[in-house]
């Protein structure tokens, strides 16, 4: 009867210890451009202490990692590698030469983002050279930025671009913890340069 506690007892811890370590979740979301469009191919990146994934959005801007371990602490970043020149042209120069103006002023922390070509936290005349030496063949890239910003969505609509409240590390989502229940991080894909949003997603 006593080994049979024993055994049992065993058995028990077992169960338990195999419960803890098997327990994982999935880290999901969707990535879209500022006017809804799903953006495919965007790199989405899972890192912990012992864990590091990567994987793409497919055509929906869906992106989906299983078997992450719960109650751990998690990085998440995404990017996406793409022409420079994709949707930049003259009329996005337009655009952004207004809003300088005065005359018709930016409504979004997307557009904003998007004109900010040179990553100067502001839409200047500086911002107009790059885009404009991008178009003439000039330069290949904008020298001091990506072609496309993938911003963490939550964060985007509580910030405020105009009042110097953004920064650069909008691209990841740091750090979050994993608990039983799924997790959902949704991205918006802002192309450098593109003021109407015109560029292949």
Request: aromatic residues 8%.
């Given at each position: 009867?006593?080994?049979?506690?024993?055994?049992?007892?065993?058995?028990?811890?077992?169960?338990?210890?195999?419960?803890?370590?098997?327990?994982?979740?999935?880290?999901?979301?969707?990535?879209?451009?500022?006017?809804?469009?799903?953006?495919?191919?965007?790199?989405?990146?899972?890192?912990?202490?012992?864990?590091?994934?990567?994987?793409?959005?497919?055509?929906?801007?869906?992106?989906?990692?299983?078997?992450?371990?719960?109650?751990?602490?998690?990085?998440?970043?995404?990017?996406?590698?793409?022409?420079?020149?994709?949707?930049?042209?003259?009329?996005?120069?337009?655009?952004?030469?207004?809003?300088?103006?005065?005359?018709?002023?930016?409504?979004?922390?997307?557009?904003?983002?998007?004109?900010?070509?040179?990553?100067?936290?502001?839409?200047?005349?500086?911002?107009?050279?790059?885009?404009?030496?991008?178009?003439?063949?000039?330069?290949?890239?904008?020298?001091?930025?990506?072609?496309?910003?993938?911003?963490?969505?939550?964060?985007?609509?509580?910030?405020?671009?105009?009042?110097g409240s953004l920064d650069n590390n909008l691209?990841?989502?740091?750090?979050?913890?994993?608990?039983?229940?799924?997790?959902?991080?949704?991205?918006?894909?802002?192309?450098?340069?593109?003021?109407?949003?015109?560029?292949?997603?």
């Amino acid at each position: 009867m006593k080994l049979l506690k024993i055994y049992s007892t065993v058995l028990t811890f077992v169960f338990l210890a195999f419960n803890l370590t098997a327990q994982t979740t999935t880290v999901s979301g969707r990535v879209l451009n500022k006017l809804g469009v799903p953006s495919t191919n965007v790199e989405i990146t899972l890192t912990a202490t012992n864990f590091d994934q990567t994987t793409t959005t497919d055509a929906e801007g869906n992106y989906e990692f299983t078997e992450v371990p719960v109650n751990e602490e998690f990085s998440i970043n995404a990017i996406k590698e793409d022409d420079h020149l994709n949707g930049v042209s003259t009329f996005d120069l337009v655009f952004l030469t207004r809003h300088i103006l005065g005359i018709n002023i930016f409504e979004t922390n997307a557009d904003f983002i998007a004109m900010d070509v040179n990553n100067s936290g502001a839409n200047t005349a500086f911002d107009l050279v790059q885009a404009r030496r991008l178009i003439l063949g000039i330069t290949e890239e904008f020298p001091n930025n990506t072609a496309w910003r993938i911003v963490n969505s939550t964060a985007l609509e509580s910030a405020n671009f105009a009042q110097g409240s953004l920064d650069n590390n909008l691209q990841a989502t740091n750090p979050f913890m994993t608990t039983t229940d799924a997790t959902i991080i949704n991205f918006t894909a802002i192309k450098i340069g593109d003021a109407n949003g015109n560029a292949i997603p």
